[in-house]
Nanobody, 121 residues
Framework: QVQLVESGGGLVQTGGSLRLSCAASERTFSNYAMGWFRQAPGKEREFVATIRRNRNTYYADSVMGRFTISRDNAKNTVYLQMNSLKPEDTAVYYC???????????????WGQGTQVTVSS
């Protein structure tokens, strides 16, 4: 069972930056693809970014060029660097781990509790 704990959320102004972290309990962290998803109030959870074991990455069109996903296998941690933030980025951000990868939630078996990101206009 992989436990995931997100951190780094908060309140930021439009155009600002935040870096989210997700620490995994599993020593075999490097075997998993990792993903970030988000859920805004009143909306369904949506895909943000994912990184494979070989560090290949894939992003949602809405964050392409502004967000960067990375991983540090030595620290069992995945990061989401978010730049040029917009009010529409406001959401709870979730970290996920899975044996598959991609933008489908079903590729990920393990989920964190989420961290709130609020972008003020």
């Amino acid at each position: 069972q992989v436990q995931l704990v997100e951190s780094g959320g908060g309140l930021v102004q439009t155009g600002g930056s935040l870096r989210l972290s997700c620490a995994a309990s599993e020593r075999t962290f490097s075997n998993y693809a990792m993903g970030w998803f988000r859920q805004a109030p009143g909306k369904e959870r949506e895909f943000v970014a994912t990184i494979r074991r070989n560090r290949n990455t894939y992003y949602a069109d809405s964050v392409m060029g502004r967000f960067t996903i990375s991983r540090d296998n030595a620290k069992n941690t995945v990061y989401l660097q978010m730049n040029s933030l917009k009010p529409e980025d406001t959401a709870v951000y979730y970290c996920a781990a899975g044996s598959g990868w991609g933008q489908n939630e079903r590729a990920y078996a393990y989920w964190g509790q989420g961290t709130q990101v609020t972008v003020s206009s």
